[in-house]
């Protein structure tokens, strides 16, 4: 039995379980379509699960360049990537980018198929129980 809750860690380090936070802060991110110029790509703000920041941002790409892509996050990596199909460029440009930390992203990412972030990004909540677990085994 745990001293305390999950929920009670996660308020006390003021996480919140399991969701990205979107806002003007951090709600641009900056991409270039098959070479072309590098365009803001506005990610309505909210709070969002993994894989609902995954298909809000896809909605934005295929909307803002008129194509169908694929964005995906991995819940065991924690990173999110974006495909835009056999023949097409993704580049990513960290300068500009206030959702890329947000994402995972940490550096520019030259024109591909797909890019993957560079870190994990998201919920830290295994993480915060691993401690709060390994500190109650030493208690």
Same mark, same amino acid.
Request: aromatic share 8%; no cysteine; proline share 2%.
């Given at each position: ?10 308020? $006390?380090? =003021?996480?919140?379980?399991?969701? $990205? ?13 098959? *070479? *072309?110029? +590098? #365009?803001?790509?506005?990610? @309505?703000?909210?709070?969002?699960? *993994?894989?609902?920041?995954?298909? +809000?941002?896809? #909605? /934005?790409?295929?909307? !803002? $360049? ?10 065991? !990596? ?9 023949? &097409?460029?993704? +580049?990513? #440009? &960290?300068?500009?980018? =206030? +959702?890329?930390?947000?994402? *995972? $992203? #940490?550096? =520019? &990412?030259?024109?591909? /198929? ?5 870190? @994990? ?19």
């Amino acid at each position: 039995m745990s001293i305390v809750s999950d929920d009670e860690i996660l308020n $006390f380090v =003021d996480i919140t379980k399991g969701y $990205f936070v979107v806002n003007a802060a951090n709600d641009v991110i900056v991409l270039s379509y098959d *070479g *072309g110029d +590098a #365009t803001n790509i506005d990610i @309505p703000d909210g709070t969002y699960e *993994g894989n609902e920041l995954a298909s +809000a941002l896809k #909605t /934005q790409i295929d909307n !803002t $360049f008129s194509i169908s892509s694929s964005v995906s996050y991995n819940t065991n !990596t924690r990173k999110f990537t974006i495909d835009v199909g056999a023949g &097409h460029t993704i +580049a990513y #440009t &960290h300068t500009g980018s =206030d +959702a890329g930390l947000l994402l *995972g $992203f #940490t550096k =520019d &990412h030259s024109a591909s /198929q797909s890019i993957t972030s560079d870190e @994990p990004a998201g919920d830290p909540t295994s993480i915060v129980m691993n401690i709060r677990n390994a500190v109650e085994d030493w208690i």
